[in-house]
C-alpha cells in the first residue's frame, strides 16, 4: 500500500518573512509616528537655527552630526526598551520565544528596529540639509551629510544589538539607564556639546580614549563622515579604522545576541 506524505501546513519562517511581521507590527505601532516627528523636530529646528546663525556652515553640519550620533545610545535604548515592552504586553514575548525559529526572530527584531532608526536619521538629516539649502547654506553639498548618515547609522548598530539583549534580560529601565550613561560618554568624547564649532576644530578626528569606547562611535562616525569633506587627510584614516571597527563589531554583537536568544527564558513580567 502506498504511503501518503502528508505536509505541513505551516509556513516555513524565513528571515523575510520574519522582517514583513516585524514591519506590519511596527505599521500599527506608535513608535513609527515617533520616529518620523522626531526627525522632522531635530532637522526643521537645527536647519533654522544653523540657516541664521553666523557659524561656519560646514562646521555646523560637522556639530550637527555630532549631536545626532551622541544621542542614539540613549535613543536606541529607549526604542529597544519600548518595543520589548510591548512584546510583553502583547503575549509575554511569544511573538520572539514560540516561533519555530527564535534566531530569526530576534534578527528580524533587531533590524526592523535599526531600519526605524536608519529612517529617522534620514529624515532628520534631509530636513536639516533642505533647510540649509534653501537658505544657501550648504557649501559643502548634500554628500557629507548623506556619509554622516552612513556613519551613524554603521555605528549605531552594535548598540541596537545591545539595547534589546538589556531589554529582554534585565528589563526597559536598565536598557534607558546605559543609554542616557552612553549618551554623556559620547559628548564627552568629542569635546562636549558643540565644541568643535566653537573652537573650530575637527573634533571627530580627535585621538581621545573616550572615542574607541563604541557608545561613541555613533558621533565619532557621523561626524568624521561631515569632517572627511572638510579635510579628507586628517579624517580618512580614522574614519577607516573606526567604520572598520564598528562593522566587526556589529556583526560580533549580532551574533552574540542571536546565539543567546535561542537559550533565553523570560522571568520577568515587568520593566
Known amino acids: 500500500m502506498a504511503m501518503t506524505r502528508l505536509s505541513d501546513p505551516t509556513p516555513r519562517m524565513t528571515l523575510p518573512r520574519a522582517l514583513l511581521s ?52 540613549l535613543m536606541s535604548a529607549i526604542v529597544c526598551g519600548l518595543a520589548v515592552d510591548e512584546e510583553r504586553a502583547a503575549g509575554r514575548l511569544a511573538n520572539l520565544t514560540a516561533v519555530p525559529s527564535r534566531g530569526r526572530a530576534v534578527a ?29 547654506r550648504l557649501p559643502l553639498g548634500p554628500a557629507p551629510l548623506a556619509a554622516a548618515w552612513a556613519g551613524i547609522v554603521l555605528g549605531s548598530l552594535p548598540l541596537y544589538a545591545l539595547g534589546l539583549g538589556v531589554a529582554l534580560r534585565l528589563g526597559r529601565n536598565a536598557a534607558i539607564g546605559g543609554g542616557a550613561a552612553g549618551m554623556l ?26 572615542g574607541w569606547v563604541p557608545l561613541a562611535w555613533p558621533a565619532r562616525l557621523g561626524s568624521l563622515g561631515v569632517e572627511a569633506f572638510i579635510d579628507a587627510a586628517r579624517a580618512a584614516g580614522p574614519l577607516l579604522t573606526t567604520a572598520l571597527a564598528g562593522l566587526a563589531l556589529t556583526l560580533a554583537a549580532a551574533a552574540v545576541l542571536l546565539a543567546w536568544f535561542c537559550r533565553f527564558e523570560d522571568g520577568r513580567a515587568d520593566a
Not at 189 to 210: C, I, R
Open 108 to 136: 528580524a527584531k533587531l533590524l526592523a528596529l535599526a531600519a526605524l532608526g536608519a529612517g529617522a536619521l534620514a529624515v532628520a538629516l534631509g530636513v536639516f540639509g533642505a533647510v540649509l539649502a534653501v537658505a544657501g
Open 22 to 73: 516585524e514591519a506590519l507590527r511596527l505599521a500599527r505601532s506608535p513608535l513609527s509616528a515617533v520616529h518620523l516627528a522626531c526627525g522632522l523636530a531635530a532637522g526643521l529646528a537645527c536647519g533654522e537655527y544653523f540657516s541664521v546663525t553666523r557659524w561656519d556652515p560646514a562646521l555646523g553640519a560637522d556639530a550637527y552630526a555630532q549631536f545626532l550620533g551622541a544621542l542614539m545610545p
Open 185 to 210: 560618554l559620547a559628548f564627552f568624547s568629542v569635546g562636549g556639546l558643540a565644541h568643535g564649532l566653537m573652537t573650530g576644530e575637527l573634533t571627530g578626528a580627535l585621538a581621545t580614549p573616550l
